[in-house]
């Protein structure tokens, strides 16, 4: 798999052709509980659920892109959520990253990483977000990372700006 599309709003299909498209509203996941019990299994994580298989799709995949709420300049609860899970996709020993403690990625295959944040966000929101998503992204080997923002009501053509992104 080439491009994972993950969302917690209903988006069309034909706008990311090249992708799989996952709405994690439509899906079964646990949420973590910290045990750590990946780290001692090599990656698996003690759910079985969803998330085994997404979690997979993200260490496999060139280009990722999340379509998320954002609430408060945070991601809204099912990305929190499924976030949380990726811990699996560490390793389990600590090392330094441009000077900050961080596990590194289980996966070595560089990615792309974009993300869009829809709702109702001031400029305060806005960098708040663009900052977790820069923490969230240290310790994985992203050669970019692009954040971008709309209102609700202009996602879809926001996404129809960014369909065909993923055929490249």
Not at 65 to 79: A, E, L
Not at 110 to 121: A, N
Request: one cysteine or more.
């Amino acid at each position: 798999m080439r491009n994972l599309v993950v969302t917690d709003k209903e988006i069309s299909t034909e706008l990311f052709k090249n992708s799989v498209v996952v709405n994690l509203n439509n899906i079964h996941y646990c949420t973590c509980t910290g045990g750590l019990e990946c780290f001692k299994k090599g990656g698996s994580c003690y759910f079985k659920d969803d998330m085994s298989l997404i979690s997979q799709w993200m260490n496999d995949c060139q280009l990722i892109i999340y379509v998320s709420h954002v609430k408060y300049g945070c991601f809204d609860i099912p990305f929190k959520k499924m976030l949380e899970r990726m811990v699996c996709n560490l390793e389990p020993f600590y090392t330094l990253v441009d000077g900050e403690t961080t596990h590194q990625s289980l996966s070595q295959l560089k990615k792309r990483l974009l993300v869009i944040g829809y709702g109702e966000i001031d400029e305060e929101e806005k960098k708040i977000f663009t900052d977790i998503v820069e923490d969230c992204a240290i310790g994985y080997i992203y050669s970019s990372i692009n954040t971008y923002f709309c209102k609700e009501n202009e996602l879809e053509e926001t996404l129809c700006t960014f369909g065909g992104v993923d055929s490249e």
